[in-house]
């Protein structure tokens, strides 16, 4: 990726720096890192999640990869064609991501998976130049409200004119349209606030706008 767009060696949160310092002492061989988009460099459906996950993408050094949000997420890219494998589990695994990539809001673990508004809005800079690397016709899912407004913000849009909604559609500009969905995270389906099913409605319908987005 472009510098602009990630920075392996950011240390712009000091809390979450410390955090990171911490962590790899604890656990050496964690990655312990910002943590890249990975996926296709000319995707026209890019994923935004929250943060690294500690045992997952903090660990592993790849979005979702290794904890339970991944389990679902990877399974439902594989089922509608995102992905070469329904599994995820570390980065020499052989998975390869199709028109597909994926991203997170906030590139470093934060303490209880929480970051704080002014790390949001810091890492919102490297969110912001990724969207412009986006080609045309392209699609922008944010898994849960954190993503949805973190995108809004990167595209210097008003957060009231973009309500998040499982499943809500917003037309952000002539070739960009935003997909809402509830963060598939272990509380959420543990809770059935998201079920498989609709997760799935989701990636049909990310699927199905992609073939209708208009220059």
Do not use: W
């Not at 002014?118 to 969110?127: D, G, P, S, V």
Request: glycine residues 8%.
């Amino acid at each position: 990726m472009p510098a602009d767009t990630f920075d392996p060696n950011c240390r712009n949160c000091p809390r979450l720096a410390a955090f990171l310092d911490t962590v790899k002492k604890e656990k050496p061989d964690y990655h312990c890192k910002p943590v890249p988009p990975f996926g296709d460099s000319e995707a026209r459906l890019l994923i935004v999640g929250l943060a690294p996950g500690m045992h997952g993408a903090n660990r592993t050094g790849r979005p979702f990869t290794g904890d339970h949000a991944g389990l679902l997420l990877y399974e439902t890219l594989h089922t509608f064609g995102f992905s070469n494998q329904a599994e995820g589990t570390a980065v020499d695994d052989g998975l390869e991501l199709i028109n597909c990539r994926i991203t997170n809001a906030v590139k470093c673990l934060p303490p209880d998976n929480k970051p704080v508004g002014a790390e949001i809005n810091t890492c919102n800079a490297y969110l912001a130049n990724e969207l412009r690397t986006l080609p045309g016709n392209s699609v922008l899912l944010a898994l849960g409200g954190i993503a949805h407004r973190a995108i809004i913000r990167a595209m210097s849009f008003r957060q009231a004119d973009y309500p998040f909604a499982h499943a809500a559609e917003h037309d952000l500009a002539p070739g960009r349209l935003l997909l809402d969905s509830y963060h598939c995270s272990r509380y959420n389906t543990n809770t059935r606030r998201l079920t498989n099913e609709m997760f799935s409605s989701v990636f049909a319908r990310a699927r199905e706008l992609l073939g209708k987005v208009s220059q």
